[in-house]
């Protein structure tokens, strides 16, 4: 049974998902304001590839947010090892993907997702999750801050984050930490 907020449920991600997944990382993988490949293309750049290939492989942990009628977000993680492992994973640490569909940002799902995400990954025994965001993505990193994620480098506009588990407090104890923006940006 999934924690339910405003009519949205959410539960474990399955392989069923995959689809939903592919079009949630199509949304992450890409920048508003440019021009985004296509969907297949996007789809193949290994980057994203590792993020669904197989999905759900071994290892995998993964949440869908839906409404009685459909899915409308995902956050999942996975490790990435040989091929699929990029210049600053860790073979033991998970890397997080999440989406909300558009229509449905800025209501609380993707916070209930990266709960509902943290707290599974904690049961199955995961010590840290890590990710990468754009600076600009204001949502995004919002979100990661909120959820206890903190910076562990910086590469141009790119943001590296890790949440670590086990010394992370449980959501509903945790203070909440807001990001402000520097002196002189405007963020709305
Ligand atoms: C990032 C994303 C998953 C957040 O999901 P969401 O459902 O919009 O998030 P929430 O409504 O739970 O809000 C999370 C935080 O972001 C803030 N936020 C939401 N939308 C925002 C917006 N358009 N501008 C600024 N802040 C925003 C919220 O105020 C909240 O911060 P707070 O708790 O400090 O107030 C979603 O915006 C999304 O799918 N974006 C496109 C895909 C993407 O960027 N994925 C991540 C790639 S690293």
Avoid: C
Wanted: proline share 5%; hydrophobic share 40%.
């Amino acid at each position: 049974m999934g924690e339910v907020v405003e009519g949205v449920a959410v539960r474990d991600a399955r392989s069923a998902d995959l689809p939903f997944i592919k079009l949630m990382l199509y949304e992450a993988a890409n920048r508003p304001g440019e021009a985004w490949p296509s969907f297949e293309e996007s789809m193949e750049e290994l980057r994203n590839r590792r993020f669904w290939f197989n999905f759900a492989r071994d290892g995998d942990i993964g949440v869908v947010a839906e409404t009685a009628h459909e899915p409308i977000g995902a956050a999942w993680i996975r490790r990435f090892g040989g091929e699929e492992k990029g210049p600053l994973d860790d073979p033991d640490v998970p890397v997080l993907a999440i989406g909300v569909v558009e229509q449905w940002r800025g209501r609380g799902v993707g916070t209930l997702l990266m709960r509902s995400l943290l707290d599974r990954a904690r049961r199955s025994g995961v010590a840290a999750i890590d990710l990468t965001t754009g600076a600009f993505n204001e949502a995004g990193v919002r979100l990661y801050y909120a959820s206890g994620f903190v910076d562990t480098g910086r590469f141009g506009d790119a943001i590296r984050m890790r949440a670590r588990l086990a010394t992370l407090m449980p959501a509903t104890t945790r203070p909440r930490y807001r990001w402000r923006a520097r002196p002189g940006r405007s963020w709305r």
